[in-house]
Structures are given as structure tokens and as C-alpha cells.
């Protein structure tokens, strides 16, 4: 169960990773919609390191499933659509390394889900997949890192997910709130 100190926004409160996806096609106005939404995410400089790749193309959509990692392979068959978050390791205009764009491309994911979770759509985020054969399949130069590929559905039902899944398939629930907090100190027992 979750629960909340404070009255947060209902989006936050709501959103959550589930594995029971439908099989529906997600229409392709939506998908531009939400990465309009992470593309209004802040950056330093501006920079919009992210790039994002829509497969919502049945044949298109199947291949990218034979890039995932076992385990999630074995939830991830009705998902109907994926959009891969890469970005940019340097910045354009400087060419010098841009430390920032993990951080800014995770805000851009952040407004994403939250869009995604306003139109009644329901998005996972993976880490779990070939991210060096995707590269190659895909063309991707080395300046573009790959760093998440996220499930966009509406969703499913549990019943049919393995036993495994099924029993997990709840909002991810969070430390509380003073174990993250630290204020103005950073005592080496709480890091
Ligand atoms: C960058 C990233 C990578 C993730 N990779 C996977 C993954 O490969 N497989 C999976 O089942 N869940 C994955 N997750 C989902 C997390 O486990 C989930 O967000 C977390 O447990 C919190 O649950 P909640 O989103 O329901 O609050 C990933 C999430 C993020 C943000």
C-alpha cells in the first residue's frame, strides 16, 4: 500500500508500473502527445539531449520484443507499443561532455508517464533488453546512448499475466520519507 504525507498531485499518487497490458493499438496521436509532454521537460542549456523512438507497428513492435531480456519477455507480449528513450552524451554546441542529459532525459521520462497515465494509458519503463544489438539493429551512433526503452498500453488484465507477475502486480510501494530526506547534513550512517 502506498501512502503520502502530504496532498501531492493525483497523477503522481496514481501512477505506477503495472505488467498487464492490452493488446490495443495505442493511437499514434496519443504516442505524439506524450513526447510532446517529455519534450517540455527542462534541461541545462536547453539542450533537449533526449530523442525518443515510437514502434507501434505490429511487425515493428514484435521484432523490438526479441531485443528484451528474458524475464521481461514473458510479460511484455500484448504490449502494443514502445517508445526508446536515448539521448545525446555531448552537447551539440560545445561537443564537451554533457553530464546532465541522464538527469534531464529521467525528467523527460517522468512527464512522459505522467501524460501517459492522464490519457488513461498505462507506460513501464525497462532497463532489461540488449541495448548493444538494439544499437547495432537500429544504426544508433555511439554519441546517442540508449537508456530505456518504456511499454505504453492501456491496461490488461492481470489473470492472464504468469503466476509470478500476477503476484507482484501492485503500485510499487516507497521508503518513507525521513529515510530520504536528509537536511543540510549528510551523516555517513544515512547515505
Ligand atoms: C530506468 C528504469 C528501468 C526499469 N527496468 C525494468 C525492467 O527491466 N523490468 C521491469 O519489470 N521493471 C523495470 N522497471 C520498473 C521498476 O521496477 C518500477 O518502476 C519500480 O519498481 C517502482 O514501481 P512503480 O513504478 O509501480 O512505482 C524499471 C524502471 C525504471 C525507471
Avoid at 54 to 65: D, I, S, Y
Avoid at 79 to 87: G, I, R
Avoid at 143 to 159: T, W
Wanted: neutral net charge.
Amino acid at each position: 500500500m502506498r501512502t503520502f504525507n502530504y496532498d501531492i498531485m493525483d497523477s503522481i499518487k496514481e501512477r505506477w508500473s503495472p505488467r498487464a497490458f492490452k493488446s490495443t493499438p495505442v493511437k499514434e496521436e496519443d504516442l505524439r502527445a506524450l513526447v510532446e509532454a517529455a519534450g517540455y521537460a527542462p534541461s541545462c542549456f536547453n539542450e533537449q539531449p533526449w530523442r525518443f523512438v515510437l514502434f507501434h507497428e505490429a511487425g515493428q513492435v514484435t521484432r523490438l520484443k526479441s531485443y528484451l531480456a528474458t524475464a521481461n519477455r514473458e510479460w511484455n507480449q500484448e504490449v502494443p507499443a514502445y517508445v526508446l528513450f536515448l539521448y545525446h552524451k555531448q552537447f551539440q554546441h560545445k561537443g564537451k561532455d554533457n553530464r546532465w542529459a541522464a538527469f534531464d532525459t529521467g525528467t523527460a521520462w517522468g512527464y512522459f508517464s505522467l501524460e501517459a497515465h492522464r490519457r488513461g494509458l498505462v507506460t513501464h519503463a525497462m532497463a532489461g533488453f540488449s541495448r548493444s544489438a538494439l544499437a547495432e539493429a537500429l544504426a544508433i551512433p555511439d554519441n546517442l546512448e540508449l537508456i530505456a526503452l518504456v511499454a505504453v498500453g492501456e491496461y490488461g488484465d492481470p489473470s492472464k499475466l504468469p503466476e509470478a507477475y500476477r503476484l507482484r502486480e501492485q503500485p510499487g510501494t516507497r521508503r518513507s520519507l525521513e529515510e530520504s530526506l536528509l537536511k543540510g547534513e549528510l551523516p555517513q550512517s544515512r547515505l
